[in-house]
């Protein structure tokens, strides 16, 4: 349960605006503590993270609408993400992590309080590969509600997987690029499996989210080559997001004016802003 920093207090204002209706794919809220308590099996404890201050900060960023990603610090307890997106005003879409109890009208629940996806994950220090039986069990309930899979990877381990995502029937995100690392750079085999998934199976996305993540280092431009690159791949399955409050990060914090900055200079095409901000998203996640 190591304590995790937070984010900075002040983040810079982008220097460019983001178009109409961009969305932040994924960031999170934690707490307030005393409505919304952590889980007790939990790896990690962020610092509390009220819906008012993620607004605040996507109105300092320029951006209309967000999806909430549910963190392993919360388990399968979504009352903190439901009760931010019922505040939202229909701007904020979740993702949830469920669990082996929760029934059909806890899935129904969960549609109506606008979740559209479940995350699993799949990285060994945040507890590794979920039972495979109830995996399969949530892919059921959820092809009819016509929601997603968010799957979590180290990059090591996507390849070893290769069966798992011929078998999925229903759309699935990989999140934060793969948690691929910069040093190994675009031409390691591990990325070149990972763009082929993407080119071969109409059903995978990605998000090119957590710069942060796939470089140690601000401003996090050694990200740039491999968020490009799995946009090429799969240009109308591409998302983005700032990953804030950034918990469990090991290297520099980043400025999350500085992250909408780095996405712009990494797609300067407008045409695939919009894509990846506004079409994508909308797509993914405002379909129904």
């Not at 934690?30 to 819906?51: H, K, M, N, Q, V």
């Not at 999140?175 to 990325?191: L, Q």
């Not at 470089?215 to 700032?242: E, K, Q």
């Not at 994508?280 to 405002?286: D, G, K, S, V």
Request: charged content about 20%; overall charge neutral; aromatic content about 10%.
């Amino acid at each position: 349960m190591k304590p995790c920093r937070g984010p900075l207090d002040h983040p810079s204002r982008p220097g460019w605006t983001p178009p109409a209706g961009a969305c932040d794919s994924h960031c999170h809220v934690f707490g307030p503590y005393d409505r919304f308590p952590l889980s007790p099996t939990r790896s990690f404890t962020p610092p509390e993270i009220a819906w008012e201050r993620l607004r605040a900060l996507h109105d300092r960023l320029g951006f209309e609408r967000c999806v909430l990603v549910q963190a392993s610090c919360h388990g399968s307890d979504n009352s903190a993400m439901l009760d931010a997106i019922a505040r939202s005003g229909g701007r904020v879409r979740g993702v949830a992590i469920v669990g082996p109890g929760d029934d059909a009208a806890a899935f129904a629940a969960l549609h109506a309080g606008g979740v559209r996806g479940v995350r699993f994950n799949f990285v060994a220090h945040l507890g590794g590969a979920p039972d495979m039986a109830f995996f399969w069990r949530t892919v059921e309930r959820i092809a009819p509600l016509g929601w997603h899979l968010q799957l979590h990877f180290d990059a090591q381990d996507i390849p070893g997987h290769a069966a798992l995502f011929e078998r999925i029937p229903v759309p699935f995100v990989i999140d934060h690029m793969g948690r691929v690392r910069a040093e190994d750079g675009v031409d390691h085999p591990v990325f070149r499996d990972l763009l082929a998934l993407l080119e071969r199976n109409p059903l995978a996305w990605v998000k090119v989210s957590g710069s942060d993540r796939v470089t140690p280092r601000a401003p996090f431009d050694a990200a740039a080559p491999f968020a490009r690159a799995l946009h090429r791949a799969a240009p109308d399955r591409t998302v983005w997001g700032t990953d804030f409050p950034h918990p469990n990060l090991a290297g520099d914090m980043p400025d999350d004016g500085a992250l909408v900055d780095l996405f712009a200079r990494t797609f300067p095409d407008p045409t695939d802003r919009q894509r990846i901000l506004v079409d994508n998203p909308a797509r993914l996640y405002w379909a129904s």
